[in-house]
């Protein structure tokens, strides 16, 4: 979860954003309708004629691809929306209107044009669009969208937010974490990256290192069945019903005109990154069968259930996700790797990992330094139960916020066209147990995940996928992408002392909501 800081220049970046495409767009010229038309589309091509060799193994395996670049998992989400044939499913956390959401709008909106059913569940607490935008978008005939727990942002004044706080407080903090990316029910990306230009390394003073994986085939309807359980929870509330009073606008035809003409201004998506697109169907197939992909016999797609557990232990009472990590965790024999960019230890998780060290599992985690987390509070919460995760023989390193690592993984166009490198921070929520075993997922190693955030993991038993992942982060470990933490050593002095002092200054908050 962001921190409060972030949240509020991310709010003010949006209005920045929102009226910069209208002002834009307003004066856009003619020929961007003739440039948009000529790329975004051949008509020869679907989803379906690009799977068709695989379409056997399918039935019985999935296909995994885990995808470690923000800029080529960003192409790939636009080119499935595009040669999408029946319905794109959608679940988020963050879905936010800057370039990045902007663009993936546009995406939808031609995709919902052409007959798919697309279906857009997002969760209240850090929508970051204007009421219009959303009930706009959810104005297209083949476009819903549902908002998981509402009452602390969209359509509430400031004395309901308040309120809801205060009478339901863990109601409030309970979120839906997951992030599903669903095509014809055939194919899912799953994993930490949100919708903004962040995740996509896009953005040009801070970006996350992340990691997302491709499912093929066979594990997909258990995504569905997660999906549908989601969407159809009385805690997914349709926007219709949620911001009735907000607007009585009759949306025409046009509605969607400025955000086609932004989308097509060569200024705000990058001419190279539509040759990336268009280049996409040779890539796939590579991918697909020139032994890029790993076909796997077991991958197990677990999440939550909508509102994770029933309350009865206050903040706390676990959930499916966490009882499938604990159960992993305890069930290691040789070593465990794990990668979470927020990490807050109760007494119950050093007991759990001292457990394991003492049985001989070598155990190392990287998690954010102060300097490159965007998040203080949880860091607040991980420094003051440093020194005893050490204590349980954990190694513990902290990503380097000028990690050498970012030259490779960062989009080449980008770079190219900023004259200093974005700061990055870890944001992959990652494990590997004893060299088999690979979860990607959106469980950070927190309290909140834990017990208040439903979350969703991918399970891949594959030696090839986790020996492909475990080079990266063995990458990641070395000492130019991250620090050694001793219990006599850390880089916190490293840091500006107003962000140490803000730091200091949330250890009043519960551990149990970080």
Not at 311 to 317: A, E, P
């Amino acid at each position: 979860m962001k921190n409060k800081y972030y949240f509020r220049i991310a709010i003010i970046s949006l209005l920045v954003v929102l009226y910069a495409c209208k002002k834009e767009t307003a004066s856009v010229p003619l020929q961007f309708e003739d440039y948009c038309a000529s790329v975004h589309r051949n008509d020869t091509l679907s989803l379906s004629k690009a799977l068709v060799e695989v379409k056997d193994k399918m039935k019985k395996k999935t296909g995994v691809y885990v995808l470690e670049d923000g800029g080529f998992s960003l192409v790939t989400r636009a080119w499935f929306t595009s040669y999408a044939e029946k319905s794109i499913d959608i679940q988020y956390f963050i879905f936010s209107t800057d370039n990045v959401g902007l663009i993936a709008c546009d995406y939808l909106v031609r995709a919902a044009d052409r007959g798919v059913k697309v279906r857009l569940l997002v969760d209240d607490f850090l929508v970051r669009a204007r009421i219009e935008d959303i009930l706009a978008l959810n104005s297209h005939k083949n476009i819903q969208i549902k908002v998981y727990n509402p009452g602390v942002n969209l359509g509430a004044p400031l004395y309901k937010k308040v309120k809801k706080f205060a009478t339901d407080f863990r109601g409030a903090n309970q979120r839906m974490h997951n992030k599903v990316f669903m095509v014809d029910e055939k194919l899912v990306i799953t994993g930490g990256r949100n919708i903004a230009d962040e995740y996509f390394d896009y953005d040009h003073e801070y970006n996350f290192r992340d990691r997302d994986v491709l499912l093929i085939g066979n594990v997909v309807p258990d995504v569905k069945t997660s999906f549908e359980g989601f969407w159809n929870s009385s805690l997914s509330v349709s926007v219709e019903k949620l911001l009735q009073s907000e607007t009585t606008a009759a949306y025409g035809e046009d509605v969607f005109d400025n955000l086609h003409q932004y989308a097509c201004n060569p200024a705000n998506f990058w001419p190279k990154v539509r040759e990336n697109i268009d280049r996409f169907p040779v890539i796939f197939q590579n991918i697909l069968t020139g032994g890029g992909i790993e076909w796997v016999d077991t991958v197990s797609y677990i999440s939550d259930m909508p509102g994770k557990n029933d309350g009865s232990q206050g903040l706390g009472g676990s959930g499916v996700c966490t009882d499938a990590l604990i159960e992993m965790v305890k069930k290691a024999k040789h070593s465990i790797d794990i990668q979470t960019p927020y990490l807050v230890t109760t007494e119950l998780a050093q007991d759990l990992f001292k457990a394991a060290v003492d049985r001989g599992v070598k155990i190392r985690i990287l998690t954010n330094s102060l300097l490159s987390t965007d998040n203080v509070e949880a860091f607040s919460s991980y420094q003051s139960s440093r020194k005893e995760l050490l204590k349980t023989g954990v190694e513990v390193y902290e990503f380097r916020p000028d990690a050498e690592e970012r030259m490779r993984i960062m989009t080449g166009e980008l770079h190219k066209a900023v004259d200093n490198l974005p700061v990055f921070g870890l944001h992959a929520k990652s494990m590997i147990i004893d060299g088999k075993i690979t979860v990607i997922g959106t469980f950070n190693l927190d309290p909140r995940s834990a017990n208040l955030n439903t979350e969703c993991i991918a399970v891949i038993h594959s030696e090839n996928i986790t020996k492909k992942v475990a080079a990266g982060m063995e990458v990641e470990f070395a000492p130019e992408n991250s620090w050694h933490i001793t219990r006599d050593f850390n880089p916190d002095s490293k840091v500006k002392t107003s962000k140490r002092v803000k730091t200091w200054s949330r250890k009043v908050l519960p551990k149990s909501i970080l």
